[in-house]
């Protein structure tokens, strides 16, 4: 069985309770999962998945030989695109929402990611649950980087101008969390290493090892997740970072700007929104932050996160 998934961080965790339910539904099937090869690290997190099959987008066929694959899954999208990959490779049961060829549900938008795969693997009689997208953390490190109870995680990257918070804003979200004692660990991918340094410089803060400092560029995904996973707070915009909190059930303030928080937010539990859906522009690959996202300011990240830190 084949479920393809060529996405994002964000994009694969919220599609773990599918996963989950493919597992289950399937116990006698080798199950591999065809996303992006950086995703490595959170796929051997996820649990059930035999095999992992790094791919690239939708540009290059899948590799495994027309036949061997009995179950083709799309969890990928309902477009023309993912379901002709997964049309080429011949297979006997194809599970996916209905299209010419493809027997399934009817794509709905006004669905969480989450309970939108769900959904389509329950029409095929295989039920799930939306709720079932913990990570396993016992083999991280979660000490490591001054990680662990007392740190506070702020990760100030997201992957379009969209979803920028303003960096004098995380600068003093992160002053307040250090003056209440935290350990604030900056986080963000390799181009935003300016960005979180200059966050950190804002805030008083440094490279030396003391309460504030900055790990953009430095950590590997595997090394995110340890962090995130042993943290005390999470504050991020709807990114990877912030779905890594869900996953690993970490308390998070989580800023959404474009994408709306029904299609995207977290789980019950302990998470706080922020957002104002009156101003939503809505232009995810927009250079400039979404003014929903600006309509958040420091002050009410800082309340939530220490009301959830009580």
């Known amino acids: ?155 100030v990257g997201a992957s379009h101008g969209s979803r920028q918070w303003p960096v004098e804003r995380f600068a003093e979200v992160v002053r307040g969390l250090a003056q209440d004692g935290l350990r604030v660990r900056v986080t963000g991918d390799d181009r935003e290493r300016a960005r979180a340094e200059a966050v950190v410089r804002l805030a008083g803060g440094g490279d030396d090892g003391g309460a504030v400092r900055s790990l953009a560029g430095v950590l590997s995904l595997r090394e995110l997740c340890a962090l995130i996973a042993g943290c005390s707070l999470v504050v991020s915009a709807d990114t990877g970072a912030a779905h890594l909190a869900s996953a690993f059930a970490r308390p998070s303030v989580v800023l959404f700007g474009p994408a709306a928080p029904e299609r995207w937010g977290p789980p019950a539990g302990p998470h706080r929104v922020l957002t104002d859906a009156r101003l939503r522009r809505g232009e995810v690959f927009a250079a400039d932050p979404d003014p929903a996202l600006l309509a958040v300011g420091a002050a009410e990240v800082l309340r939530e996160a220490r009301a959830l830190l009580r």
Request: aromatic share 4%; charged share 25%; hydrophobic share 45%.
């Open 1 to 155: 069985m084949l479920a393809l998934r060529a996405l994002k961080l964000g994009d694969l965790l919220v599609a773990v309770p599918a996963l989950r339910a493919l597992r289950r539904g399937f116990p006698d099937h080798r199950l591999v999962l065809a996303c992006p090869a950086w995703l490595a690290p959170v796929v051997e997190l996820i649990g059930g998945v035999d095999a992992h099959l790094p791919v690239a987008g939708l540009e290059e066929p899948l590799l495994p030989a027309a036949g061997s694959v009995e179950v083709a899954v799309n969890l990928h999208g309902g477009g023309p695109e993912s379901r002709g990959r997964l049309e080429e490779l011949g297979s006997p049961r194809r599970i996916g929402h209905r299209a010419p060829g493809w027997d399934g549900p009817v794509w709905t938008e006004a669905l969480h990611e989450r309970e939108r795969w769900v959904r389509l693997l329950a029409w095929h009689g295989i039920p799930g649950d939306p709720a079932e997208l913990r990570l396993r953390a016992e083999a991280l490190d979660t000490g490591a980087r001054g990680g662990g109870a007392g740190c506070a995680v702020v990760h």
